[in-house]
């Protein structure tokens, strides 16, 4: 999908959160971040129930795989091991890494 100065990949095969991050580097990409939440919320309208990895870790707060901080909204964890950032229509939720999810990439369009 093309929005913006970007392209969006949303996967339809499952991967753990190491797995989909290596993907989208493999594609000149990277796991999804997002700039505003203007952008979230165009995302999630393309989403279906399902959650997708996006580039979001929580290594000592929760920041985007460029090392920013996560400022625009909160997350929904319930628990200590859920590590890994996860977007849905409901919006951002935490997950487990291990856990085999669909992901998005997000690469600047040339």
């Known amino acids: 999908m093309k929005y913006g100065n970007y392209c969006y990949y949303f996967s339809v ?13 493999a594609e000149d ?3 999804l971040m997002f700039t505003d939440n203007q952008e979230m919320r165009l995302l999630q309208n393309f989403l279906k129930k399902d959650f997708y990895w996006i580039g ?3 290594n000592f707060g929760w920041r985007w795989e460029d090392g920013s ?7 929904l964890s319930n628990s200590l091991i859920q ?4 977007i849905s229509k409901d919006g951002l939720q935490a997950s ?3 856990v085999l999810l669909q992901w998005v990439c ?3 369009r040339l």
């Open 56 to 58: 979001l870790r929580n």
């Open 106 to 108: 997000k690469k600047v």
């Open 13 to 25: 095969e499952k991967k753990d959160w190491n797995s989909s991050l290596e993907f989208c580097l």
């Open 69 to 75: 901080a996560l400022n625009i909204s909160r997350i």
């Open 29 to 31: 990409s990277h796991l």
């Open 96 to 98: 487990s890494c291990e």
């Open 83 to 86: 590590k890994c950032g996860t």
